[in-house]
């Protein structure tokens, strides 16, 4: 026996329905890897400080690493 594979409810890529069916759908031809929203500019101008994720939001801390700063003792 065959295991069973429900179609989705949403974004099928054709209906039961013949008359509402016209077409294929353009959701299913979108690149969904793409970058959106702060990924589609680049960051490489910024200065240093700015070049990280979620810069200027709450819960952001001014350091992120020890490794990046200069611990050695004078």
């Not at 329905?17 to 969904?32: E, K, P, Q, S």
């Not at 101008?45 to 004078?74: A, C, I």
């Amino acid at each position: 026996m065959q295991k069973y594979y429900h179609k989705g409810a949403f974004f099928q890529s054709s209906t039961d329905d013949r008359a509402v069916n016209d077409g294929t759908d353009n959701i299913l031809a979108c690149d969904f890897s793409a970058p959106t929203g702060e990924d589609k500019m680049g960051k490489t101008m910024l200065p240093k400080v700015m070049q990280v994720k979620h810069f200027g939001r709450s819960g952001r801390t001014k350091w992120s690493h020890l490794v990046n700063e200069d611990t050695t003792y004078n």
